[in-house]
Structures are given as structure tokens and as C-alpha cells.
T-cell receptor
Framework: DTAVSQTPKYLVTQMGNDKSIKCEQN?????MYWYKQDSKKFLKIMFS???????INETVPNRFSPKSPDKAHLNLHINSLELGDSAVYFC??????????????FGEGSRLTVL | AQSVTQLDSQVPVFEEAPVELRCNYSSSVSVYLFWYVQYPNQGLQLLLK??????LVESINGFEAEFNKSQTSFHLRKPSVHISDTAEYFC????????????FGTGTRLTVIP
């Protein structure tokens, strides 16, 4: 079984459309994340949720809205897609202990291409 | 906040040669340090980590990294690389509160040449 799974793996869409990426983890972790990896491979955190509660919300346009229906799922919805949104989006999870070790488990990524 | 600098964006090396991927960090507090590897079209996987104790840490596939506090470095080394080591390598740092404060470097592309 895949520990952190994302769907879809590839997404090609037109500017102005709305799209969602889904993420599920079966590791029993309490914390989930969305990262964006740009064309230069730079990884930047977008959001972090702990037990369905938003913990980190970096400077991300409000067209991006995360939703966590339960602690095993964290979905990313993007409204009014723009060319600059083209990137690979990674979901990740980790244990939350307060003194945690920072080890993240990543999904395989969702490559979004906006035309 | 912490930050990470990976000085080399690309490192080509011949098969069976040694390699060192450099990582320097900046932090005003104690840190955890990590190396993650990203194989083509895959997500990142943890390669090795330094939390405390021995400053030399090893992975199961022959990589090692040494935490050097005075030089604020955590360089990754392997004495003899294989074709299968071709990947993107990311150094990362967090404070002791853990994953929510994890900062990644910009990555080093290791290409092993046959």
C-alpha cells in the first residue's frame, strides 16, 4: 500500500479553470502538508494541517484553498488557475509530537500544467 | 528562522568515483539536519538524518553525512557512486520543534556518468 498517495498524477488545464488535487495518507500521521516545487526544483511549503486544523499558511494566493475532511486526507483546491501555478505539488505527512524529528513522507507529486 | 545553502546545483561524476554534495545551514538555535533524495518523477525520500549523538550518520545505501557545528555544514558523501544514485538531493534543516519548521535547500542534481 502506498503510504502517501496523490491524485491525479498529471493535470493539464486551461487558465481560469478550477481544479483539485487529492491526498491521502495511511501512516496514521497527525500532520499533513502541501509543498510546491517550481521548475527550478525549489520546494516551498504552502500549508500545514494538524488534526484537521490549519497550522501553517504561507504567503499563498487565496485562490488556493486546502481542505482537510479528516486527519488522513488533505485536498488542495485551486480557483482561477494562472500560468504561474504550473508546478509539481507534493503532499506530505509527518508525526506531530511537538518535539518531532521533522521527517516527512512525501507523495509522488501532482504535475499541474496550465495552458 | 533557519536557512539552507546548497552550493552546487549540478554535480556530474563518473561511476565508482567518490562524491561530496555540500550543504551549509544558518540557524540561531539547535537544529535537526536531513538529506532527502528525489529520483526522477518521484517524491522525496529521507536518505539520512542527524538528530543528536554521533555527528557522522549513514544511510543504508552507502551515503554518509557529517554534522559540523563550527562550520555549520552537513555535507553528504559517498566513496563510490553507482548509476542508480543519479537523482536530485535536497538538504533540509529544522529547529527542534520538528517538521513544521523544515526548510529545504535548492537541491543538487547528481548525475553519475557511466
Amino acid at each position: 500500500d502506498t503510504a502517501v498517495s496523490q491524485t491525479p498524477k498529471y493535470l493539464v488545464t486551461q487558465m481560469g479553470n478550477d481544479k483539485s488535487i487529492k491526498c491521502e495518507q495511511n501512516l496514521g500521521h497527525d500532520t499533513m502538508y502541501w509543498y510546491k516545487q517550481d521548475s527550478k526544483k525549489f520546494l516551498k511549503i504552502m500549508f500545514s494541517y494538524n488534526n484537521k486544523e490549519l497550522i501553517i499558511n504561507e504567503t499563498v494566493p487565496n485562490r488556493f484553498s486546502p481542505k482537510s475532511p479528516d486527519k488522513a486526507h488533505l485536498n488542495l483546491h485551486i480557483n482561477s488557475l494562472e500560468l504561474g501555478d504550473s508546478a509539481v505539488y507534493f503532499c506530505a505527512s509527518s508525526r506531530w509530537t511537538g518535539g518531532g524529528t521533522g521527517e516527512l513522507f512525501f507523495g509522488e507529486g501532482s504535475r499541474l500544467t496550465v495552458l | 528562522a533557519q536557512s539552507v545553502t546548497q552550493l552546487d546545483s549540478q554535480v556530474p561524476v563518473f561511476e565508482e568515483a567518490p562524491v561530496e554534495l555540500r550543504c551549509n545551514y544558518s540557524s540561531s538555535v539547535s537544529v535537526y539536519l536531513f538529506w532527502y533524495v528525489q529520483y526522477p518523477n518521484q517524491g522525496l525520500q529521507l536518505l539520512l538524518k542527524y538528530l543528536s549523538g554521533s555527528t557522522l550518520v549513514e544511510s543504508i545505501n552507502g551515503f554518509e553525512a557529517e554534522f559540523n557545528k563550527s562550520q555549520t555544514s552537513f555535507h553528504l558523501r559517498k566513496p563510490s557512486v553507482h548509476i542508480s544514485d543519479t537523482a536530485e538531493y535536497f538538504c533540509a534543516v529544522s529547529d527542534l520543534t520538528g517538521a513544521n519548521n523544515l526548510f529545504f535547500g535548492t537541491g543538487t542534481r547528481l548525475t553519475v556518468i557511466p
